[in-house]
């Protein structure tokens, strides 16, 4: 077979994939439908990228402590954007998604669960990272709707006299338990319904069903760890509302 033919394959699934999607925003008339084409070619950038930094790293230790440190300010940075957070909750952001991170890293490494060497700290790292900023955006989306649509409550039990923590604290919790519904969900299904790309990789690169499904499991139970610490922190530091534009 021609070396070339399984990129050409690729190239044409990519476009036709990335035409549904965003014919199919365009046609419901759903707001910014190229949305999903500037992800994939930022993610084909990006992976590019990363495949060539990789090659040089995986084995680096100082070198997957920066490429960690990148991962984490892009998780950020794009977290804030998405969250709307401003400048005073942006602190608050950033500590929430490094707590979870750090100590679920420290127990899977400490334990031995996982052997701590550079390739699997970047891997883990980087699976933890990515799910706690989707975790940390939707509790702040869905914690700032709900304090805005049940303001009338918020302003009830401010006037007698709970703080502002008080008063939203129930908010809270229904915003926690709504971002973390989708790592739950999957946790469940998983085997089942969802195949994990962790599980597959790691059977791709020569580990036995049943090593790959240890792995596996760590992984999930790193994500919802993490995802209940940085949640529950996230909605600690910025739950204090004392207005209702959040």
Known sequence: MDAASPWIATAIALVLLAAIATVGLSIFHIPQPRAVLLALARAILQLGALSLVLTGIIRDPLWVGVGLGVMFVAAVGTAARRARAGASALLGLAASMIIGPLVVMSIVFATGAIEFSPRYVLAIG??????????????????????????????????????PRQSTLDLGRRAIHTALLPSVDQTRTTGIVVLPGAFVGAIFAGASPLEAGRFQVVVLASILAAGVLTATALTRMTGRVVQRGL
């Open 126 to 163: 980087g699976i933890v990272i990515g799910n706690t900023m989707t975790i940390a955006i939707l509790t702040q989306r869905v914690y700032s709707a709900s304090v805005r649509d049940h303001w009338d409550e918020v302003e009830g039990w401010l006037a007698l006299g709970a703080t």
